[in-house]
């Protein structure tokens, strides 16, 4: 029901851009966000945004990473500059909706030095 795309390989410095878009059957969405889980580590909140627009981020992503959305399309965007190692993480994306918490399949996202 969420669908996410854009994960790949990039060089340290590079640019990738996720999409995650939510399907007809997922209603009243609100708050939705990227999450991302590196092996051997917790699953921890990237980015989130609210249906306003409201935005927050994890300290080590501000001024690099860019969550956006189109609600008319419940899609969500997460645009990220100056990619590190250590971003390296399946990255998911998440929604909360009136039918409850919905998560996609996740993407792979490896940044090489």
């Known amino acids: 029901q969420l669908q996410a795309s854009g994960g790949g390989l990039v060089q340290a410095g590079g640019s990738l851009r996720l999409s995650c878009a939510a399907s007809?059957?997922?209603?009243?969405?609100?708050?939705m966000g990227w999450y991302r889980q590196a092996p051997g580590k917790q699953r921890e909140l990237v980015a989130g945004?609210?249906?306003?627009?409201?935005?927050n981020y994890a300290d080590s992503v501000k001024g690099r990473f860019t969550i956006s959305r189109t609600n008319a399309k419940n899609t969500v965007y997460l645009q990220m500059n100056s990619l590190k190692p250590e971003d390296t993480a399946v990255y998911y994306c998440?929604?909360?909706?009136?039918?409850?918490?919905?998560w996609g399949q996740g993407t792979q996202v490896t940044v090489s030095s």
């Open positions: 998440n929604a909360i909706a009136g039918g409850g918490d919905y």
């Open positions: 007809g059957s997922i209603f009243s969405i609100n708050a």
């Open positions: 945004i609210s249906r306003g627009g409201s935005t």
